[in-house]
């Protein structure tokens, strides 16, 4: 199975982006898709998780009523809407999927996920 981001860009303070990830293989039916995101020099950091069936979602502090995700199970992919877009969210964004489950619905480590996208690169201008 392969993870595919697009919807990146170059955007200013206060607009919005949506980021999508398609699976590969359409029978792919992960537990949770989650994405995350990697600013230069910091370590890659959970943003939002969905999960696969149920649709409950979690998000971290830092982009809570602003970030929606969200999932279609008939296109196979797992979107991320962003809005009120600040620099500080400038980062490459990831997308992963979690297809065992054994750290909860929602797990926030890069540990918990077995599949990885290439990323897609958000920047913020002030």
């Known amino acids: 199975v392969q993870l595919q981001a697009c919807g990146g860009g170059l955007v200013q303070a206060g607009g919005s982006l949506r980021l999508s990830c398609a699976a590969s293989?359409?029978?792919?039916?992960?537990?949770?898709m989650a994405w995350f995101r990697q600013a230069p020099g910091k370590e890659r950091e959970f943003v939002s998780a969905?999960?696969?069936?149920?649709?409950?979602?979690y998000y971290a502090d830092s982009v809570k009523g602003r970030f929606a995700i969200s999932r279609d199970h008939a296109k196979n992919t797992a979107d991320l809407q962003m809005n009120s877009l600040n620099p500080e969210d400038t980062a490459v964004y990831y997308c992963?999927?979690?297809?065992?489950?054994?750290?909860?619905?929602?797990?926030?480590?890069?540990?918990?996920?077995?599949?990885w996208g290439q990323g897609t690169q958000v920047t913020v201008s002030s």
């Open positions: 992963a999927a979690d297809s065992k489950g054994i750290y909860g619905l929602f797990p926030r480590g890069v540990y918990a996920y077995d599949y």
């Open positions: 969905i999960n696969w069936g149920g649709g409950g979602t």
């Open positions: 293989v359409r029978t792919f039916r992960p537990v949770t």
